[in-house]
T-cell receptor, first 116, second 114 residues
Framework: ETGVTQSPTHLIKTRGQQVTLRCSSQSGHNTVSWYQQALGQGPQFIFQYYREEENGRGNFPPRFSGLQFPNYSSELNVNALELDDSALYLC???????????????FGPGTRLLVL | AQSVAQPEDQVNVAEGNPLTVKCTYSVSGNPYLFWYVQYPNRGLQFLLKYITGDNLVKGSYGFEAEFNKSQTSFHLKKPSALVSDSALYFCAVRDMMRYNRLAFGKGNQVVVIP
């Protein structure tokens, strides 16, 4: 196990609702990255947080937002849920720097979100 | 943009036989390549990575990968497959141009037949 935890494990929401997913990073890690994995696909990068600041964003609309706390845990918020948001949401923690580098990302078990 | 391709959807191998999962990459600059494995209803587990140095990288659970610059490939290998190796395998490249995100392939389902 990596030491990266996510909650909840499963979630069912209806279209238009809002959801918050949580991630606790591995001890000593200051960077959290969030990915969306649709069924049968590889994970897609949503955004990354380094020392409480957003450090990059993938091709996801603004209704996907995030937060990183002083203890480096993180939240992913999704507003106005759509059916296509149904997926496994993965967070990964790593030891980052402002310049980036070769650090390995260690993944949590994921939160499976179903939007009806 | 940096990307990887995993050309096969599924790899079937008999238990005890060598296992190979293929990955090719497209990058500008030096490639930082990774392999992860995903078991059903689980997150991704790190297996190994290539940053620089020896072209043969050894990782967890007896897996290794061979980096080939001329063929732009990074194939995952295991000399003798176990039934417990049945899982989904992802190749990924670090996109240094885009915030150090990992760009993943679509994944390969490996089925080890007893």
């Amino acid at each position: 196990e990596t030491g990266v935890t996510q909650s909840p494990t499963h979630l069912i929401k209806t279209r238009g609702q809002q959801v918050t997913l949580r991630c606790s990073s591995q001890s000593g890690h200051n960077t959290v990255s969030w990915y969306q994995q649709a069924l049968g696909q590889g994970p897609q990068f949503i955004f990354q947080y380094y020392r409480e600041e957003e450090n990059g964003r993938g091709n996801f609309p603004p209704r996907f937002s995030g937060l990183q706390f002083p203890n480096y845990s993180s939240e992913l918020n999704v507003n106005a849920l759509e059916l296509d948001d149904s997926a496994l949401y993965l967070c990964a923690s790593s030891v980052g720097s402002s310049a980036g580098g070769q650090e390995t990302q260690y993944f949590g078990p994921g939160t499976r979100l179903l939007v009806l | 943009a940096q990307s990887v391709a995993q050309p096969e959807d599924q790899v079937n191998v008999a238990e005890g036989n060598p296992l190979t999962v293929k990955c090719t990459y497209s990058v500008s600059g030096n490639p930082y390549l990774f392999w992860y494995v995903q078991y059903p209803n689980r997150g991704l587990q790190f297996l190994l990575k290539y940053i620089t140095g020896d072209n043969l990288v050894k990782g967890s659970y007896g897996f290794e990968a061979e980096f080939n610059k001329s063929q732009t490939s990074f194939h995952l290998k295991k000399p003798s497959a176990l039934v417990s190796d049945s899982a989904l395998y992802f190749c990924a490249v670090r996109d240094m141009m885009r915030y150090n995100r990992l760009a993943f392939g679509k994944g390969n389902q490996v089925v080890v037949i007893p």
